[in-house]
């Protein structure tokens, strides 16, 4: 029998642990790993540790996260740049004093004024557009962000709530396995049972203890890894994970394909580059048309006591347009096909997610049907009849374990399928563009 490998952070590490004799029920809504009973009969005991629950964590990952945080003052940052960019230039100022003795009548005095430089009609605004599409992109991609470190934080405490779950049943099992050590043991001094069934329940004992060590730096990894989330001492303490909830998946595979393309932030944020390059090819062949420089002076001329006045428009002519501006169009021209392509690549990759998590979810739900309904049932009156056949004499040590070995193996596989689940949820939540169970009315549409 091959031992089942428990998912956790993209790896997978083999997990072999036992089970007591007697299964207690599983829920696919409830989540409540009952497992077995001990052997006085009691129910097991939990971790002491203070329990938390995931929406406190994306709440604070939320507000403390710094990539979510700096996501968002670089959308705030660009917003500013809106305004700034459909300003006129910054008017100049002009103070001088002319002499001309040479000619007469002699002209001295001061000349003071002020220039403006004016852009060609519609520059100023297509500029502005520019900025305000570059804002809207970093809206969506503050908003990607966002969604993708929830699914980071959601599969990480998916992967912390495992490994609580495995520790709890190891130390468990590591119990019964002493209880088992303690029977072969009584059994082999009468003379009914042989000697290496002692040394086999001791190897299993060995074998849970080093589970244990491996499960520990597993949740202790995990710990760090949401502490670095949430912007916490990587080293401080977190707690326990409450349970989850499996909800099934009852949304059809169009449905999500059609959510991903209307609200999947990543999506929004190449289509409104698109949007951006368009405009910036209409300012790129505006660039053509000149700009204005209009100077207005004021002359004093203290020698007959008089002022006058002068008045000067100047046009930048675009002379070098072969090199400059053809060239600037140039390149808006390919901008804007490299802005088309990378929607067509992101929007098939996000397909592609969708399908993925839809199917995984689809498989998940099956076998977590097919494990709770069949295959751990089975398991557990293969196991009981096997201890109670051990106890007579009519099986051996290794059959009893083997037979512990295949229930723990399955109630495993039906915990991790369940949190395969909920990851696999988490990432459909971020393609799709936030929970699965919000309706389309209460989400932003596309702009």
């Known amino acids: 029998m091959k031992p089942f490998i428990a998912p956790f952070q993209g790896h997978f590490v083999p997990l072999i642990v036992f089970s007591a004799v007697m299964l207690f029920p599983w829920s696919v809504r409830g989540a409540e790993d009952r497992g077995i009973v001990a052997p006085d009969g009691t129910a097991p005991t939990s971790h002491s540790e203070l329990g938390i629950g995931l929406p406190g964590l994306i709440g604070e990952l939320e507000s403390t996260n710094p990539e979510i945080r700096a996501a968002r003052q670089r959308w705030e940052a660009a917003k500013a740049v809106v305004p700034q960019v459909q300003t006129l230039p910054d008017p100049r100022l002009q103070l001088g004093y002319q002499r001309m003795p040479m000619v007469p009548p002699v002209v001295e005095g001061a000349i003071y004024g002020f220039g403006q430089d004016i852009p060609f009609p519609g520059k100023l605004s297509l500029k502005g557009e520019v900025a305000q599409r570059d804002a809207e992109r970093l809206e969506q991609e503050f908003n990607a962000t966002r969604l993708r470190l929830i699914a980071t934080l959601k599969e990480a405490y ?45 190897v299993e004992i060995s074998r849970v203890l080093d589970r244990l060590a491996v499960l520990d730096q597993q949740k202790e990894s995990l710990h760090a890894s949401i502490n670095r ?17 499996t909800t099934i998946l009852t949304i059809p595979l169009q449905e999500l394909s059609r959510r991903a393309d209307e609200f999947s932030p990543v999506l929004l944020a190449t289509a409104k580059s698109i949007d951006r390059s368009e405009r910036s090819l209409s300012l790129a062949q505006r660039q053509y048309y000149p700009d ?26 675009p002379l070098f347009y072969e090199t400059k501006q053809k060239q600037g169009v140039r390149e808006a021209l390919a901008g804007l096909e490299g802005a088309r392509e990378d929607y067509a690549a992101t929007r098939q990759d996000l397909l592609f997610q969708v399908k993925d998590g839809f199917v995984q979810a689809q498989r998940a739900e099956r076998l977590i049907t097919i494990l709770r309904d069949a295959i751990i049932p089975q398991a557990t009156l293969a196991l009981q009849a096997a201890q109670a056949s051990y106890a007579v004499g009519k099986v051996d040590f290794l059959t009893l374990l083997n037979s512990l070995l295949i229930l723990q193996e399955s109630q495993l596989e039906l915990h991790g399928e369940m949190v395969n689940h909920e990851k696999a949820l988490a990432r459909l939540e971020a393609v799709t563009g936030g929970p699965l169970e919000a309706s389309l009315a209460e989400r932003k549409p596309r702009s």
């Open 158 to 202: 998916f992967n912390l709530h495992f490994v609580h779950k495995s520790i709890e049943i190891v130390e468990r099992n590591k119990a019964l396995l002493l209880h088992f050590e303690k029977t072969a043991k009584s059994r082999y001094s009468v003379g009914q049972a042989a000697q290496q069934d002692v040394f086999r329940a001791q």
């Open 229 to 245: 989330l949430l912007n916490r001492p990587p080293a401080g303490p977190l707690g326990t994970p409450t349970e989850i909830q």
């Open 292 to 317: 204005f420089d209009i100077t207005a002076l004021g002359l004093r001329n203290d020698k007959i006591n008089d002022n006058g006045y002068q008045v000067m428009v100047g046009i930048k002519i």
